[in-house]
């Protein structure tokens, strides 16, 4: 089956000067530039931008200084362990756990270009496109479009777009792609995989399932904050949606979540990649079922992801004080633990409303912190098994 893909794709680098052009009239878009970059002259920039011709340009002179602006100025460094096996890769689909809802992908190109590889392209959801400039700002830096606001009818054809373009730009453009293991962040940090977005990649290609998702070449990636900056607003709509099961998130609040998320101190940040599971995938004897073979290859991903994460000295304090007890007390200082504890009031303190239940927020908190460790434990006590 052929597709369009003009509607969901980034855009051709001929399509670059028409583009920057098209921002540079935008005012909301040079209202954005300054806030993030209040120190840039804007004359300057658009000079800058008028001379780039390919959305490579944009991503390594203009999206990744910002991004290494915005980490050094909210965490306290950042490490990407793995990448070097890369080098040796024409092609490959990255899926990580979600924690930011522009920062994971973010983070991940610019630890590309630091390697000296291209940039990625970058799967993002259309109900984060709130105005037609910022489609054509992440189109511009290599993203493609994910139609979540679809009937269920036209759920089907859309999918099916969206993983042809997958397998198009891996076999045929010969680019790495990132996307989430699942819709929307995990906002308990239990990062499981989607057996709906498998589903979804597999479709894409010309052959059995197996084989189609072989072809993408996936390599798991771990996404590790030592700190989310939006914790206290994800446990904040756990009580929300407790309290009213009908409630829902409002355009504003995905906006808080963004600019939270951007500008929020971090802590260290700390991103790994896995072994392609494709070592694990050809090994799999033939015979079992399609949904046998779903689960193998969620297993295979979700196995790579908790045992890569990397767990601070506050997911052993939260686990310890969710469950009450000092199992991990070797594992962080009384002045660590005190620093956690602090952070977790504070975070609690900032939540605003009117029937705030204290220790329902804290016990969601400790669980988002907890999770990781939860997740990797049980990685490790299975492989000991094995």
Same mark, same amino acid.
């Given at each position: ?273 896995? !072994?392609?599971? =494709?070592?694990?995938? @050809?090994? $799999?004897?033939?015979?079992?079922? +399609?949904?046998? *073979?779903?689960?193998?290859? /969620? ?35 009384? !002045?660590?633990? =005190?620093?956690?504890? @602090?952070? $977790?009031?504070?975070?609690?303190? +900032?939540?605003? *409303?009117?029937?705030?239940? /204290? ?28």
């Amino acid at each position: 089956m052929s597709h369009d893909f003009e509607d969901i794709r980034p855009f051709h680098d001929e399509e670059v000067p028409a583009i920057i052009e098209a921002l540079l009239k935008e005012e909301r878009f040079i209202r954005a530039v300054k806030y993030v970059l209040p120190e840039v002259n804007i004359e300057d920039l658009a000079k800058q931008l008028k001379q780039f011709n390919s959305k490579d340009e944009f991503q390594s002179k203009i999206s990744s200084p910002m991004v290494w602006k915005l980490v050094n100025h909210s965490s306290k460094g950042l490490v990407g362990e793995g990448f070097d096996k890369l080098l040796e890769m024409d092609s490959c689909t990255f899926i990580s756990n979600h924690r930011d809802i522009i920062l994971d992908s973010a983070i991940l190109s610019i630890l590309l270009l630091d390697k000296g590889l291209r940039g990625c392209e970058i799967a993002i959801g259309d109900n984060l496109l709130v105005f037609p400039w910022i489609e054509n700002l992440v189109r511009l830096n290599k993203s493609f479009i994910v139609k979540r606001g679809v009937s269920v009818r036209q759920m089907m054809t859309s999918s099916q777009k969206l993983s042809a373009y997958i397998h198009h730009a891996i076999t045929v453009k010969q680019e790495m792609v990132w996307i989430a293991q699942r819709e929307g962040r995990a906002k308990d940090a239990n990062d499981q995989t989607q057996e709906s977005l498998i589903k979804m990649l597999s479709m894409g290609g010309d052959s059995d399932f197996l084989s189609n998702v072989i072809a993408l070449n996936i390599v798991p990636l771990s996404l590790s904050y030592e700190y989310d900056p939006c914790d206290y607003l994800k446990a904040k709509e756990f009580q929300q949606k407790r309290d009213n099961p009908e409630f829902k998130k409002c355009q504003a609040d995905d906006l808080l979540n963004m600019e939270t998320g951007i500008f929020g101190q971090k802590g260290h940040i700390h991103f790994q990649l896995g !072994e392609p599971i =494709n070592r694990i995938l @050809e090994q $799999i004897p033939t015979g079992k079922s +399609k949904s046998e *073979l779903l689960q193998d290859v /969620v297993t295979a991903i979700d196995d790579e992801i908790h045992a890569n994460y990397k767990i601070f000295s506050g997911n052993y304090v939260a686990l310890d004080w969710l469950e009450g007890t000092n199992a991990f007390a070797a594992k962080y200082t009384a !002045e660590e633990k =005190n620093v956690f504890e @602090e952070y $977790i009031a504070g975070q609690i303190d +900032k939540i605003d *409303l009117p029937n705030k239940d /204290v220790e329902f927020l804290r016990s969601k908190l400790l669980e988002m912190y907890s999770n990781p460790l939860k997740n990797q434990l049980a990685v490790i006590e299975k492989l000991a098994i094995v």
